[in-house]
């Protein structure tokens, strides 16, 4: 019995639950324990409808010279493509004997909804057949072709090199781009439509590493001109430090074989608040350790094509200020975003000037602005090391910056609406009387009489053009509305986390992928980022049925939440939440 309180919230839910995945959450939960393949299916195949994989794929078998003649194959590239999505639900391993197992664990007609044509499952070749259709698969988006069976001298590795059309190479990679985020678009598209409407267009961008096997032949200190390579020889070394390029690093501990997955995720609309919408991962990009030039417009690109709007957008220190401006600040400044970043020691300073304005913090302040205030960041270093580790001399030197910062305010241009279409914008002049600065030499009262300033995108020169984009954000940093917005960034730190989890997807461990190469391990994070995007979606409806607080004990059974299907009740607490503690025994 659903209490009268809670009735109009699981009504509203069990609605999102059937827009989802087409039936009440009592009847999911039942058939997620006892039908297990089935939901997984169901979901898939909702997915790739969402994606339309049925479409993108003849028309690239057609694009390579490859027509409809000759036998049709069992394994369909399409198929195994829903069979990897199956398999990444079921249990993240993505291993070919283990997605040959499942196939024999399905009944005819669900290996006919999924495309396989054949069903004789006593047949020991299952696991051939899903290497060739991978295979066929990644003959259409491989940008990295060559042969993987065994490592390869430097002299063969040389000639794969050779033998790669960059033009064919290219045409690739941009079908694997939008293969993989056509995948996660369908998903993020199971997302009830008025929950999706709810997105306010925040985003985060991060990159995460995603180890590959084959480190062993990899080139390191001891044979940096070693005999043989990698046979995952597009990978990379990655590093925590720095850029992630670990290519010169020789500490066996402290690095990783690997590519870098880049993702955005939706954030909340505002910082503190409690989100009204799953926030699942919406973009994808990959790419070798550290070597992320292009790749965030690329993705900024994908999420334009697929009408996204941005609004913040939330990065660290590799992409934003790091990145060239023309590269990524630039085509987000002319889409009207506001970025938020954080800064070196030594960017916190002026970093950019135009007229009587200069660039401190990311915001522009006119220029009569006091040095202590422009360089209070530096003043605090200062005072901190020479603080050392008198806790009381510290605590003074913290008070000192807070007290600058404050003080900014007074001097600080305030916008005046939103960018215009050349990305110019218009700030105001703070009021002269609200400050007294006097000119250090002549003691003479310093004062800006404007009322208005239009700052262009290129306030500087040559190669210093567009270094107020470069550096420029929407809030000063390091005050709290900054701090807010930035805190933010952890979403998608913890996206990433999220698909990493040895229980699910757990894409950290490259043994549960053992196909070699980039692109198997690219199509595998895409299949995690789907199953997460879906249990996020799950999660969030559940969260609105709920009876108690759901857990990983009772997450799975129908009674842990309210269901459409119960006859409305009166406000009784009880019937929201089982007794901690049996009847006492009657007399």
């Given at each position: ?222 044979r940096p001109n070693g005999h043989h390579l990698s046979a995952s020889y597009d990978g990379g070394w990655w590093v925590r430090n720095g850029s992630h390029d670990g290519s010169g690093s020789t500490s066996h501990d402290k690095r990783c074989w690997a590519i870098e997955a880049e993702i955005t995720t939706m954030v909340a609309n505002a910082p503190g608040e409690a989100a009204t919408f799953p926030l699942l991962a919406n973009g994808v990009s990959f790419h070798k350790p550290g070597a992320i030039k292009g790749e ?186 900054w701090a807010g917005w930035y805190g933010l960034r952890n979403t998608v730190e913890a996206q990433n986390a999220y698909i990493k989890d040895s229980s699910t997807e757990d894409i950290e461990d490259p043994k549960k992928r053992r196909a070699r190469g980039n692109t198997f391990a690219s199509l595998a994070v895409t299949m995690a980022l789907v199953s997460a995007n879906i249990r996020k979606i799950l999660t969030f409806i559940r969260a609105h049925l709920s009876r108690v607080d759901v857990t990983s004990k009772n ?33």
């Open positions: 019995m659903i209490p009268a309180r809670h009735h109009d919230r699981v009504n509203h839910a069990e609605a999102w639950m059937q827009e989802s995945f087409g039936m009440t959450n009592r009847r999911y939960t039942s058939k997620q324990r006892n039908e297990s393949l089935e939901v997984c299916l169901f979901d898939a195949l909702r997915v790739m409808d969402n994606a339309g994989v049925d479409d993108l794929i003849p028309k690239w078998r057609r694009e390579e010279g490859l027509g409809p003649r000759g036998a049709k194959q069992i394994i369909s590239e399409r198929a195994v493509i829903a069979l990897m999505l199956v398999q990444m639900r079921v249990d993240g391993d993505l291993r070919f004997n283990n997605m040959a197992n499942t196939i024999t664990l399905l009944t005819n007609s669900q290996r006919e909804r999924m495309g396989i044509r054949k069903h004789d499952i006593t047949q020991p070749n299952w696991y051939d057949r899903i290497w060739s259709a991978v295979e066929r698969l990644q003959r259409l988006v491989d940008a990295y072709p060559g042969p993987r069976k065994k490592l390869p001298t430097r002299e063969s590795y040389a000639a794969i090199l050779a033998a790669r059309d960059p033009e064919a190479c290219e045409r690739k990679r941009v079908r694997l781009s939008l293969l993989c985020n056509r995948l996660v678009e369908g998903s993020v598209l199971l997302m009830p439509r008025e929950l999706r409407r709810r997105f306010q267009g925040n985003h985060a961008l991060d990159a995460t590493k995603i180890p590959l096997n084959g480190k062993y032949g990899g080139p390191s200190s001891a965030g417009l690329r993705l900024i690109e994908s999420l334009l094509s697929r009408g996204y709007t941005i609004d913040h957008f939330i990065a660290d220190r590799a992409y934003l200020p790091n990145s060239v401006a023309e590269e990524l600040q630039l085509p987000l400044a002319l889409l009207g975003a506001k970025l938020v970043f954080d800064d070196k020691d030594k960017e916190r300073g002026k970093m950019a000037q135009y007229e009587d304005l200069i660039l401190v913090g990311g915001v522009w302040y006119i220029n009569i602005m006091p040095k202590s205030l422009i360089n209070a960041h530096a003043l605090y270093e200062q005072a901190h090391e020479k603080a050392g580790k008198d806790a009381e001399a510290i605590r003074a030197a913290k008070e000192n910056l807070a007290q600058r910062l404050s003080e900014r305010k007074t001097f600080r241009m305030k916008p005046k609406g939103i960018r215009r279409p050349n990305g110019s914008r218009q700030f105001m002049y703070p009021d002269p009387s609200s400050y007294t600065v006097a000119d250090p030499k002549t003691g003479e009262l310093l004062s800006i009489e404007k009322k208005t300033i239009v700052v262009p995108l290129a306030t500087g020169k040559g190669d210093k053009k567009h270094e107020a984009v470069k550096f420029g954000q929407e809030y000063p940093h390091d005050e709290p509305k997450r799975s059974f129908e009674n842990t939440y309210y269901s459409a299907e119960d006859p409305p009740g009166y406000d009784n607490e009880s019937a929201a939440t089982p007794p901690e503690s049996p009847p006492p025994p009657e007399d």
